[in-house]
Nanobody
Framework: QVQLVESGGGSVQAGGSLRLSCAAS????????MAWFRQAPGKEREGVAA???????QYPDSVKGRFTISQDNGKNTLYLQMNSLKPEDTAMYYC????????????????????WGQGTQVAVSP
């Protein structure tokens, strides 16, 4: 079965960097679209980065230029490099995946993903 396990979260000061990892297993990694979402208490879950099966990436304006999504097919691992972190980036971060390709406008929509990890906490202090 599909399993996703996030790691790499922690506490960092504003302006710092952090790299999150998502280890995937139980499916053909290269044939799935993948994404990172985050959710803070009392707020809606929001997409922060996505990568299609063809390698195309998508980011919202809130993180564009600061976050970078990538994947290593040999390791079946998804990454999220986060630079210039802000206090408003504080949230639980989740990786997600679904089989096949998504349209560019659907890549950051949480309802389009079938499988989710348990999350890793990111806390950014001012």
């Amino acid at each position: 079965q599909v399993q996703l396990v996030e790691s790499g979260g922690g506490s960092v000061q504003a302006g710092g960097s952090l790299r999150l990892s998502c280890a995937a297993s139980g499916y053909a990694f290269s044939t799935y679209s993948m994404a990172w979402f985050r959710q803070a208490p009392g707020k809606e879950r929001e997409g922060v980065a996505a990568i299609n099966v063809d390698g195309m990436t998508q980011y919202p304006d809130s993180v564009k230029g600061r976050f970078t999504i990538s994947q290593d097919n040999g390791k079946n691992t998804l990454y999220l490099q986060m630079n210039s972190l802000k206090p408003e980036d504080t949230a639980m971060y989740y990786c997600a995946t679904r089989r096949g390709r998504l349209a560019w406008w659907a890549l950051l929509v949480s309802g389009n993903y079938n499988y989710w990890g348990q999350g890793t906490q990111v806390a950014v202090s001012p």
